[in-house]
Every structure is written in structure tokens, then in C-alpha cells.
């Protein structure tokens, strides 16, 4: 199962409903942000990811 799969999986069960998910990915192509947030991924960021800024970009995609 890709990280694709997970994602509408996750989006198709009733359990987690809105739980958040970001694609993180070291494997960067023209259109993956599309694809994977067609997915049903809320966010994508790309590696490497910069420490001082994660727990922000992380943060964004948080529901509360």
C-alpha cells in the first residue's frame, strides 16, 4: 500500500474522519503535490525538511 492508498483509505473510514495527513516525500516530481493531495492529503512538504521551521509547518495542517 503507497502512501496514496493510505490516504484515501483513511479518508474512507468513518473512524477518522478529519484526522490530518501530510505527505512528506524525498522523492519530489512535477505534479506530486497534485496527485497527493488529490489523494486526500491535506498538506506535502518536501525533504529535506528544515528543523526550524517543521513543528510549524506541521502545525498548519492541525485541526483543534
Request: proline residues 8%; hydrophobic residues 40%.
Amino acid at each position: 500500500m503507497d502512501g496514496h492508498a493510505v490516504a484515501r483509505a483513511l479518508r474512507g473510514n468513518p473512524a477518522v474522519p478529519r484526522v490530518p495527513i501530510v505527505a512528506v516525500t524525498s522523492y519530489a516530481m512535477a505534479g506530486d503535490r497534485e496527485q497527493i493531495l488529490a489523494s486526500g492529503c491535506d498538506g506535502y512538504l518536501e525533504k529535506p525538511i528544515n528543523p526550524e521551521t517543521f513543528v510549524t509547518d506541521i502545525t498548519r495542517y492541525l485541526r483543534t
